[in-house]
């Protein structure tokens, strides 16, 4: 069962998260994209310094079952990687809005975060 | 995702995959459940216990009356007559250029013999079937049952424990590919010591509409053993790991049996039977490609139709990949030209437009320990 969307963040409508601290946005995938990819057992992260456009593919994440693209809730350059997903993947589904985080990124432009959702529309998205 | 197609199918145990909260996908125009918690969770319940199908999709057909032997002998490409009262096996049925239709169980069984098909195919199998049998050069029956019966496959080591507990059939006795009829938690069935998972286990065949009986039975019994209902996300890992082809990855109309590492189920000597010339020159010949296994050398996951590289040229492509639940290893098998297919050697597969290093290796992948002579 997914967990409610914690509503310190935004949302897209690929199912990723960003939650802004200053100039760094770190992103991760939401709990409702990591139960239906199932059992997550490997993510392609992105290399440091990458330069990330707002919903384009930035890496891939891949269960049992299928693989699937990851795309970016906003744009900037990757600053740092969740290094633990190499070695547990699977937090991705125990913890994807915690522990299971993958990338900071320094935000490129804050105005973006307007194309996102609040956790109560994205709530409203996922619904039934 | 695509559309969902118009009417997808329900087996006669769809309530209960909703009741379960299954994830549900269609699958060969049913709606089937993929997994019920983790495919991972499931593969290894069926690894170490039991873990429960439902199969009710596959198709049945059955085959009876006076020529009915004559008939399965020139329809399939192994040798049914060799088959005793309550014995099973591996078969296919091929096309007259040797492309394989489908693979399929063939079952001696009372009144004749039962073809058990993938539901993808069984339009194309029952159309073969119908269109041989009324050439009228056999006194023969074809019937479909596969509306009517069920098919439930409680699969793993604790398997032969589980249905102990719930007949009176001696199953000590009922060797790997036998079968024998009787009740099974009071309902009548074909019990068949037979699966797609590499582990012992059983397929219990019954009457569509004492499946959900039959179903319940088992979940409630099997509840100390470990029992757990696992959907096709794993039946697919475990079948994999165990290196059994499934048709629309390892096989289609556009590979032989030899090809796939298969030639042994065909049997030449018979006599005629469709498909026999064009398999015979390719046994001639041998295979211009065959199936083999690889292990990834590294993270990445190799997957249906990623190409596979020989001396850094495209030489084939993979069939089915997936990490393995059971060995922790990426798995892989694919085509190679059969001059390149060599245990050991190294090969690439292209993942995302990146060449990945792996190995070819000794299929299957996983084979169940043996049980202890105690």
Redesign the interface.
Known sequence: MSTTPPDDRRYSREHEWVRVEGAVAMIGITSFAADELGDIVYVELPEVGARLTQFSSFGVVESVKAVSDLFAPVSGEVAEVNGDLRTSPELLNTDPFGSGWIAKVTLGDPAEMDKLMDAAAYAELTAG | MTEAPALLRHTPLHASHLALQA?MVPYAGYEMP??YT???DEHRTVRSAVGLFDLSHMGEIHLSGPEALAFVRYAVVSDPGLLEPGQAQYSMLCAPDGGIIDDVIVYRVEDGYLIVCNAANHDAVLAQLQSLGGRGDFDVQVSDRSDETALIAPQGPKAAELLARLTDLDLSTLGNYRSIQGRVAGTECLVARTGYTGEDGFELFCAARRAQRLWDALISTGEDLGLRPCGL?SR??LRLEAGMPLYGNELDRSVNPYEANLGRVVKLEKGEFVGRGALAAVQQTGPQRKLVGLVMRD???A?HGYPVLVDGTEAGSVTSG??S?TLGERIAMAYLPAARAAVGAAVEVLV?ERPHPAEQVKLPFYRRPKPDAA
């Open positions: 994830r993929v997994q983790s495919i991972i996300g697919d890992t993270e990445a996951i997957r997936t990490l639940p995302r």
